[in-house]
């Protein structure tokens, strides 16, 4: 250092005497450069470089979470979540503590719930203005201090959730431990301010018991085990729930449908006031019983079989197809009309019960189906029902074209629906089916409805979402994913959210990734037909083209995949895959069975189904072997009727069959 000190001395004061002042010089000069240098190392400003107002949290820094005095058992769980994602996220161990007595010193706080903290720092009072579910998170960094909370003790799970998204990275794209992606950092930069997040939909609901926890990490807040939220009795057919045929058929099979002069227990005898009245109180008795229900689902069960005795009949409206037609085989051969045909005796029924069950308790909600041959509003119906009555519209018809398409006749018909019901109930939930490729666990390629969809029914009112979901995450888990980012913020971009997705989820491999997956949209954008398909048409959305390109980019991921994750979650694509092409090979060599071929020409289908048994079982057992050995991948849902029916090759051949003549006949 002296010897460029002397340097710098000689060039800049020439007239400086050389020898022993100039040295004696330089030694001062050089000993006050040095303290000025200690003395910035010491400075921790200088040592972080640490603009003012912005916290960095290191693993060094000695963080300490914070708790109430008497924390809730959801504010222990969101502060345990907090420091179990920090010690992924910067590999230190941060204590968690309660206010009862703790010291914290200068240390660094993260105040989790409803703290002094978070009541002196004024978080607690931007909670109490916003809305329900609000969170807030306020950091302020010359008091070493961020608070996060939420209005409700669920609401502060999903302030936390949202806190480790924005500043560490965090996402769990899929319900497990392979669709969680926490990046290491070295250092989380938070700057100071304030903000606050109400969530746009009140009832969100995607996922189930076994995804819980990753449910309410992305902000779903319907059925979450016991954390609270909102609270729904079942998603759909409900009526043997009140009125149970093992307990009332065999004393009074009058309670259910009449069926060709005999009585049936599969669906109510709606018009029935013995069976409007015990129903009602069936479901006051749940309401008291189950203290944290806050709504109740009222919905036929699934199929038909509606009563026809002559009460309920004349309930209908005349101009409609009749109940008969609706029970016969002939239902999908009616015309659109028949989603009408029962509406009326519905509604009477939804009405009489609902308004029993709200006179008594009138702070609760209900919602009541709206699918099948009653989706669709009656028509010149005057009443209107109680303003805590929700009308749940089933969406099936149509999701390769966005609910607002100018050309898809079927979601205009739906949004026609829409706007009729709204003139009997003040509310409106939508019962939706995201995985459902013909319910045979092939990926469903609908994101590019999802992204307009949700912010159209955001627009429409709606006041809650259910989907179909089961454990295909690694098939049709994008759907799920973009569904409850923007059930929480519709107007978040999809685009982005999908993008960040490929980059976090894939890595390295996130370019052919993403082109795969925006492969399967871009073809079921092309072939421009309804979805879900029936089966005979499913080779027009995976064809073997699509399916050998879909190869080449899981091969190139794979050589670029980063590290074992991303291979794994390469991997479980391929199983994916793998399956679809044994199902499209299936289906064409159904087609091309000579059974199937002499039935479709001879409109034979007693006869055809016979031979293709024989010509195809070997690879229905091999799509059945295949499924049973990855049936853990997270690819594949459970046991399912649909699948069954597939792999019973007198079925697949049979419904070809039949196809065929329908296109014949058109």
């Known amino acids: 250092m002296e010897k460029i000190l002397y340097k710098v001395c000689y060039h800049t004061f020439p007239a400086l005497e050389k020898g022993v002042e100039m040295k004696r010089s330089v030694r001062r000069l050089s000993m006050v450069v040095a303290l000025v240098f200690i003395s910035l190392l010491w400075n921790p400003a200088f040592c972080a470089g640490e603009p003012e107002g912005i916290i960095r949290i290191r693993p060094e820094s000695g963080l300490v979470i914070l708790l109430p005095a008497n924390p809730t058992s959801l504010e222990k769980d969101a502060a345990a979540l907090l420091s179990r994602m920090l010690e992924k996220s910067l590999g230190a161990d941060f204590t968690v503590v309660s206010e009862k007595g703790a010291s914290t010193g200068d240390r660094l706080v993260i105040a989790v719930?409803?703290?002094?903290?978070?009541?002196?720092?004024?978080?607690?009072?931007?909670?109490?203005?916003?809305?329900?579910?609000?969170?807030?998170?306020?950091?302020?960094?010359?008091?070493?201090?961020?608070?996060?909370?939420?209005?409700?003790?669920?609401?502060t799970h999903f302030a936390v959730a949202r806190f480790l998204e924005k500043y560490a990275a965090i996402r769990w794209f899929f319900p497990d431990d392979l669709g969680l992606s926490v990046p290491r950092k070295g250092v989380m930069e938070i700057p100071s301010g304030t903000e606050v997040q109400t969530p746009d939909f009140p009832m969100r609901w995607v996922g189930k018991d076994f995804a819980a926890s990753w449910a309410v990490f992305n902000g779903m807040n319907t059925n979450m085990d016991e954390r609270g939220g909102f609270h729904v009795f079942k998603s759909a057919h409900t009526f043997h729930d009140f009125l149970p045929p093992e307990k009332y058929f065999k004393s009074h099979p009058e309670y259910f449908s009449e069926i060709k002069g005999e009585r049936k227990p599969k669906q109510l005898c709606t018009s029935n006031r013995e069976v409007i009245d015990l129903v009602a109180k069936a479901m006051i008795r749940m309401f008291d019983e189950q203290a944290t229900l806050d709504m109740i689902t009222l919905f036929p069960e699934d199929g038909r079989s509606f009563c026809e005795c002559s009460r309920c009949r004349s309930l209908d409206d005349p101009s409609e197809i009749a109940v008969t037609e609706v029970n016969s085989p002939r239902w999908k051969e009616l015309s659109f009309d028949r989603h009408r045909a029962l509406s009326r005796r519905m509604t009477i029924f939804y009405r009489e019960v609902t308004g029993s069950v709200l006179s008594a308790r009138p702070n609760k909600k209900i919602q009541v189906g709206a699918y099948s041959s009653y989706l669709h509003p009656p028509k010149n119906f005057q009443a209107r029902l109680h303003p805590n009555v929700f009308v749940l519209m089933c969406h099936g018809f149509c999701h390769n074209h966005p609910l607002e398409s100018a050309s898809c006749e079927a979601n205009r018909r739906f949004r026609d629906a829409m706007n009729g019901w709204r003139r009997i109930y003040s509310g409106m939930t939508i019962y939706e089916y995201y995985r459902k490729g013909s319910h045979l666990d092939l990926p469903f390629p609908i994101l590019h409805s999802i992204k307009k969809d949700i912010p159209f029914l955001k627009r429409e009112g709606v006041f809650g979402f259910y989907t179909q979901f089961t454990r295909d995450q690694f098939t049709n888990g994008l759907n799920y994913y973009l569904a409850t980012r923007l059930l929480w913020n519709s107007r978040e971009d999809a685009d982005g959210i999908l993008d960040d997705f490929y980059k976090n989820f894939y890595g390295q491999a996130w370019q052919p990734m993403k082109e795969y997956w925006e492969n399967y949209e871009r073809n079921a954008i092309a072939v421009d037909m309804h979805l879900a398909c029936p089966v005979n048409q499913l080779d027009k959305l995976f064809p073997g083209s699509l399916l050998d390109k879909q190869a080449v980019l899981l091969d190139r991921a794979l050589k670029a995949a980063d590290g074992p994750e991303v291979k794994e979650r390469v991997a479980r694509a391929r199983i994916s895959l793998n399956y679809v092409k044994m199902c499209m090979e299936y289906l064409a060599e159904a087609k091309e069975t000579p059974g199937a071929l002499k039935g479709i020409k001879n409109r034979d289908r007693k006869r055809a189904p016979r031979q293709a048994s024989e010509d195809l079982s070997g690879a229905a057992e091999r799509i059945a072997e295949f499924r049973e050995s990855n049936r853990k991948s997270g690819t594949f849902g459970g046991k399912s009727n649909f699948i069954d029916r597939f792999l019973r090759p007198k079925w697949i051949v049979r419904n070809l069959v039949r196809s065929f003549e329908e296109e014949a006949d058109d």
């Open 113 to 155: 719930g409803r703290t002094q903290a978070a009541e002196k720092s004024g978080i607690l009072s931007l909670l109490g203005s916003a809305g329900a579910e609000s969170i807030g998170i306020g950091v302020w960094a010359e008091k070493s201090l961020i608070c996060i909370a939420g209005k409700e003790d669920l609401a």
